[in-house]
């Protein structure tokens, strides 16, 4: 162990190699941040309401909605501020709470995207049974399970990452607290926790991405059994965007946690891809090819225009 004191505060260091360009990455992020959260938040007005979108597959794009609200807001506020020209510090429980909020989030984002697979599943491959298998109390505890086992499994990376000594130096070689830089500053030896979360952070995406496979193979051999062509073409339409969405969600999970040899600089612009890029893109995504939500967000802008015209 470092003979120093011990770390109270943190100093975020940034986006590697982007000195000098503070002034237009604030521009640009906190444009990616607004429309986040006017993308999403336009589609959790559009499904409230809008009765016909009170079916299983949208409540779970609300709880989506809702955590691509929060996920981006967990690291986003303290970037715009320091990237503003103000302090760069953040306290040892500020960190904390974005390592916990940051996992919490993702985890519960990953487990929902497995939930939502499993609802294409069973509407397609069993559509006379769906409203009986899907029925308000089965989602109910489907979507309470997600933040469960994401609230588990944040609360194991946290503690696991915050129980070792920090004493030595407090600057954070990235625009957040995520638990491959953090290791970097601790003062013991962190081998263990390493392969600790390497596990654990690989196998739980891990293990979703398999059961979406299973998933969608049998909504692909269910999809070309059908005899009509408008079949096939409606059901693989209501399925390609969760698949587009997948692949957005997990390509930085592999790209970030699961390379032998890590590159701060891509490190961070694919966060920024993940916490603020795909957050902004899931409403465009789930709504430019589905006619009863963008029906919705027409009627949902009319109402807002017009109640802007009576104030």
Not at 189 to 211: K, N, Q, R, W
Not at 215 to 231: F, N, Q, R
Request: proline share 5%; net charge positive.
């Amino acid at each position: 162990m470092r003979n120093a004191s011990v770390v109270t505060e943190f100093i975020l260091l940034g986006i590697p190699h982007t000195k000098d360009l503070e002034t237009m990455l604030f521009v640009l992020f906190l444009s990616f941040y607004i429309f986040t959260l006017m993308g999403n938040l336009l589609i959790l007005l559009a499904i409230v309401s809008s009765t016909p979108l009170h079916t299983p597959m949208y409540f779970f794009l609300s709880k989506l909605s809702l955590c691509d609200i929060f996920f981006p807001s967990v690291s986003s506020p303290k970037m715009l501020f320091y990237l503003s020209g103000n302090s760069r510090i953040i306290s040892y429980a500020g960190c904390a709470s974005q390592l916990f909020f940051y996992h919490f989030l993702g985890c519960t984002e990953c487990f929902l995207y497995t939930v939502m697979a499993y609802d294409r599943f069973v509407a397609i491959c069993h559509p006379l049974r769906y409203t009986i298998i899907m029925s308000h109390r089965v989602c109910v505890i489907l979507a309470l399970g997600t933040s469960v086992f994401g609230c588990i499994q944040a609360t194991f990376l946290t503690t696991l990452t915050f129980q070792l000594p920090y004493c030595g130096s407090n600057e954070v070689d990235y625009f957040f607290c995520d638990i491959p830089v953090m290791l970097k500053l601790a003062c013991a030896d962190t081998s263990a926790m390493e392969m600790v979360g390497f596990i654990s952070v690989g196998l739980m995406p891990l293990s979703c991405f398999l059961l979406i496979l299973t998933s969608y193979s049998c909504i692909v051999y269910s999809i070309l059994k059908i005899h009509s062509a408008e079949g096939r073409r409606r059901a693989f339409s209501t399925c390609s965007a969760h698949l587009t969405a997948i692949l957005l969600f997990y390509m930085p999970v592999v790209l970030i946690y699961l390379r032998p040899t890590p590159s701060p600089w891509l490190d961070a612009t694919v966060q920024v891809m993940n916490n603020l890029v795909t957050p902004m893109l899931n409403p465009l995504i789930y709504s430019l090819r589905n006619k009863e939500v963008k029906s919705s967000l027409k009627k949902v802008l009319h109402q807002l225009v017009f109640l802007r015209e009576q104030l």
